[in-house]
């Protein structure tokens, strides 16, 4: 078995974890990584930093510019991997013309009908948990990093678990929340790997209406469905469309909430930069207002 720290060392991006397969065990094959590689023996998380460049123009108002929050491309680390003899699956569900739409073979999934929730199994590979606002965090970066998944059947160690907590529930994202999306009072638990984190309740519909920096995923990219809730006459409600995740909600990183927790990141973390990412006041529009945006 290779060594997590080995493995890290070659891996090649700012972010690497392995999470213990035994954090998968009793899930339903359409959210079962090994339903895209049935002779996997590890899962891979791997993140790459954002520059805070990227969000400065969404910041000002002056550009619009919504980082990306799905890493695609992982060509250096299946280089590495089949170097060493083994295979390597990067997760990227693409729509593909004349896809078959039933499993290949009794047992399986239909191809491309596997839904991982990739930000889970970075919580469980320890990189980091899930802010009160839905949104992955990692203690070095805060929301500022993209993530990508893989299978391969190179045993490797799973790294270690982190107990720390990165959000601190300072509530930025809900106060900077023009329509209210995020509930201030409604909110659950969710446990990974041992770690509890508190999820506020979001307003899903409201969050796919809002002019402040959020930006449409593809149904089809790797982690599409995002943990949230749904706000139904004050509750809480909707099944759950995978244990892990709670249906599509839009890229929120350079939204009024993700701008928000990368400010107050940035006031409780050092992150190198000469200036403050927030040096004016936010903007910030409601899509019933007067349209003037």
């Avoid at 065990?25 to 079962?32: A, N, R, W």
């Avoid at 899962?43 to 969000?55: K, M, N, P, Q």
């Avoid at 469309?241 to 400010?263: H, Q, Y």
Wanted: charged share 20%; glycine share 10%; with cysteine.
């Amino acid at each position: 078995m290779t060594a997590f720290d080995e493995f890290r060392e070659h891996a090649g991006y700012d972010l690497v974890g392995v999470p213990p397969m035994s954090c998968f065990d009793g899930l339903p094959p359409g959210e079962h990584p090994l339903s895209i590689f049935p002779d996997g023996k590890s899962v891979i998380v791997v993140g790459a930093h954002i520059r805070r460049g990227e969000f400065r123009s969404m910041e000002e108002g002056s550009l619009w510019k919504t980082p990306g929050r799905w890493l695609t491309s992982f060509e250096g680390i299946v280089r590495y991997i089949e170097s060493e003899g083994y295979e390597c699956v990067p997760y990227a569900p693409l729509d593909a013309p004349k896809m078959p739409k039933r499993p290949v073979r009794d047992g399986l999934c239909a191809p491309n009908a596997v839904r991982l929730s990739v930000e889970y199994a970075a919580v469980a590979a320890g990189l980091g948990d899930i802010g009160y606002h839905g949104m992955f965090m990692s203690e070095k970066y805060g929301t500022r990093q993209m993530l990508g998944l893989l299978v391969t059947d190179m045993p490797i160690s799973p790294s270690l678990m982190s107990a720390a907590s990165v959000c601190d529930k300072c509530m930025a994202c809900v106060d900077a929340c023009p329509l209210n999306a995020i509930s201030d009072t409604a909110s659950a638990q969710l446990g990974c790997n041992g770690h509890t984190m508190q999820i506020g309740a979001i307003n899903g519909n409201a969050c796919r209406a809002c002019p402040n920096g959020v930006s449409g995923d593809s149904k089809y990219f790797a982690g599409a469905d995002e943990l949230h809730f749904e706000i139904v006459n004050n509750q809480v409600a909707g099944d759950a469309k995978s244990t892990f995740a709670r249906g599509g909600l839009p890229n929120r990183l350079a939204a009024a909430c993700g701008r928000a927790c990368i400010a107050h990141f940035e006031e409780t973390h050092d992150t190198g930069y000469k200036i403050p990412f927030r040096v004016r006041e936010p903007w910030g529009f409601r899509p019933d207002e007067k349209r003037g945006w």
